[in-house]
C-alpha cells in the first residue's frame, strides 16, 4: 500500500490504485468480522507504513501515518468501551533516531541548516487543518509550510537535505554505475541547485538507509487486564502479562500451559 499522505493526494505514485483502504477502514471491517465469534478474538493491527518511510528518513509520511495509525487506535478504543470485555495494547516492536530540534523558518534569507531554529528562536509551527484546526489530532492541510519542524536523524547514510517535503517518495541515496551508494540529488526542491553541496549531510552508518535502533519504547494499555503492563517491562514480559490479561495460566500444575475456567480479556 501506499502512504497515507500519497493516498489522500492521490498523487504519481499510486497510479491506478486510488481506492485503497484506510488503516482504520480495514481495523473497522477486522472488528465487524472478528466480533462475531463468541469465544473472543486476538487482532494486530500494525501501521507498517510509519518504519517503512522512517528509513529513507521521509519523516513527514511517516507523521501522516501515525496519525492514521491513531484514529486506527481510536476505533478500537470505541469498539473497547462499547463492550467492556476488549483489551487495547498500543506499543512498536523498535525505534528510529529521528527527534524534534527545532523548526524549519527560511523567512530572513537563510536556508539549510543555518534556517534550523533552536530553542526561543524556534517559536511554533505553522501547520493548520482547514476544518478544525486540530493539528497534531488530525492531518495538516499541507507539510510544506513556511515554518515547520526540524527533524534530525542520530543515524543516516550520505544523503542530501533542504528540509523541504518530498512531492513522491524519494529514496535518500542512488546507486551509480560501478556500485557505490551515494547520495539523492533528487531528494532536493532544486536537484540541479549549484550550491547543492550546503545540504550535504556526511553519514554516520555505511549504508543506503537508516536502520532501527534500540531505545526503548512506549507500551501503552486500556481495557481488563491493563493492570497487568506497568514500569519498565522486557519485551518477553508483555507476552506473560497478555497471557494473564486472557485468563491463561502459562504453567499450570503440571507445568503445562493451561487455561482456567474463568476468561479473562478477549
Known amino acids: 500500500m501506499n502512504t497515507y499522505y500519497d493516498r489522500a493526494t492521490r498523487n504519481k505514485s499510486v497510479g491506478s490504485f486510488t481506492d485503497q483502504p484506510t488503516l482504520w477502514e480495514m481495523t473497522e471491517k477486522a472488528l465487524e468480522i472478528l466480533s462475531k465469534n463468541d469465544h473472543g478474538f486476538f487482532l494486530m493491527v500494525e501501521g507498517g507504513l510509519i518504519d517503512k518511510q522512517l528509513h529513507p528518513h521521509d519523516w513527514e509520511r511517516a507523521a501522516y501515518d501515525t496519525i492514521e495509525f491513531d484514529k486506527a487506535i481510536e476505533v478500537a478504543k470505541r469498539f473497547a468501551e462499547r463492550r467492556g470485555d476488549t483489551l487495547i495494547i498500543v506499543t512498536a ?6 527527534s524534534i530540534t527545532g523548526t524549519y523558518w527560511e523567512g530572513d534569507g537563510r536556508s539549510g541548516r543555518e534556517a534550523v531554529r ?31 519542524l526540524a527533524v534530525h536523524f542520530g543515524n543516516h547514510p ?53 536502520v532501527h535502533t534500540a531505545d526503548d519504547v512506549t507500551l501503552m494499555a486500556y481495557g481488563p487486564g491493563a493492570q497487568y503492563f506497568k514500569g519498565t517491562m522486557n519485551n518477553t514480559d508483555v507476552f506473560i502479562a497478555m497471557a494473564r490479561a486472557g485468563g491463561f495460566d502459562l504453567l499450570g500444575r503440571a507445568g503445562s500451559p493451561k487455561t482456567p475456567s474463568v476468561g479473562g480479556a478477549r
Open 158 to 210: 550520505d544523503f542530501y537535505n533542504d528540509y523541504h517535503f518530498p512531492e513522491e517518495p524519494t529514496s535518500p541515496t542512488i546507486r551509480t554505475s560501478d556500485g557505490k551508494t551515494v547520495a539523492n540529488p533528487n531528494r532536493l526542491k532544486n536537484p540541479d541547485d549549484p550550491n547543492k553541496g550546503r545540504f550535504f549531510n556526511p553519514g554516520t552508518i555505511a549504508s543506503d538507509l537508516g
Open 118 to 148: 533552536l530553542y526561543a528562536e524556534a517559536g511554533f509551527p505553522t501547520y493548520t487543518h482547514g476544518q478544525s484546526g486540530r493539528f497534531p489530532i488530525e492531518f495538516p492541510d499541507t507539510p510544506e509550510v513556511e515554518r515547520k
Open 93 to 98: 516492536d523498535h525505534s528510529h533516531s529521528n
